[in-house]
């Protein structure tokens, strides 16, 4: 149902796209604004994973490093029979970590030194299973594609004024109207397919590494990290805010249409849920990744 949920969200961001350039210059504005998209799709999709990691100011983490975290990647990426991912660490206090990358053969994941000293090892496992199962359901590719229809549609939406065909059709308060509600109506077909795809992550995360309640706890203590600590690099660049595990621009607390993200009770509920419907001795291993007991002290990377 999530996939078929997002295909009909993306299908919307591109009729509201056409709809605007139709409105714009008729059936040539609706063919042209088509191949602006396509051609501004290709050149983010490309490029997408170092534009994001260059405003971020993210650092490869390479092999053998001491906290052991690309050998947690690595393992992680195996059992979930993926590629392994390139790995990057980003100098900020806030915890946080996303997934960006065109497809899964061409994937990185980022995650905070405010991630690493908040959280011990098994929710640093639930943390990164969660970015894996983003890059093996291509939600990677989606979300990069959906913030560029997104900025192409405000983009024509604001010179919809300069173009006499779209006055003569709407009118100019029709024409003003359109300057604002089709941004509107971009951005929360943005927020709602950002939203499904959490959810979905949220439960291949968990199979993956094994364990649901880590990826539940993991996500309490970000929450509560996100919402006190600012994040300097994400509120100078907030289209790259639906890309984190949890929002990290402090902006919405609740699960409602104008959210990037789910609201995090309801995520961690949906968790323990799957959890308790696992065999209790199940929920009690460790995943098959060679991840320590859970009773190992938190913050074990500080």
Known sequence: MGYLKTGILMAAMTALFMGIGYLMGGVGGAVIALAVAAAMNAYTWWN???????MHGAQPVMPGDRMGLHALTADLARQASLS???????????????ATGRNPAHAAVAVTTGLMRSLNREELAGVIAHELAHIRNHDTAIMTVTATFAGA???????????????????????????????????????AISRTREYAADKAGAEICGNPLWLASALEKI????????????????????????????????????????????????????????RPEAARQPARTGVPSTRRRSGPWS
């Open 153 to 191: 549609i405000s983009m024509l939406a604001n010179f919809a004024l300069f173009f006499g065909g779209t006055r003569e059709r709407l009118g100019l308060i029709g024409t003003l109207l359109l300057m604002v509600l089709a941004p509107f109506a971009a951005a929360l077909v943005q927020m």
């Open 84 to 98: 392994e991912p390139k790995v990057y660490l980003i100098d900020t206090p806030q915890p946080n970590a996303f």
């Open 48 to 54: 997408s994973d170092k534009l994001v990691l260059r």
């Open 223 to 278: 929450a509560v990290g996100a919402a006190r600590i600012d994040n300097t690099a994400a509120e100078r660049n907030p289209a790259t805010a639906h890309m984190f595990i949890i929002n990290p621009l402090h902006a919405h607390k609740h699960d409602n249409l104008f959210a990037t993200h789910p609201a995090t009770q309801n995520r961690v509920a949906a968790l323990r849920a799957m959890a308790g419907q696992a």
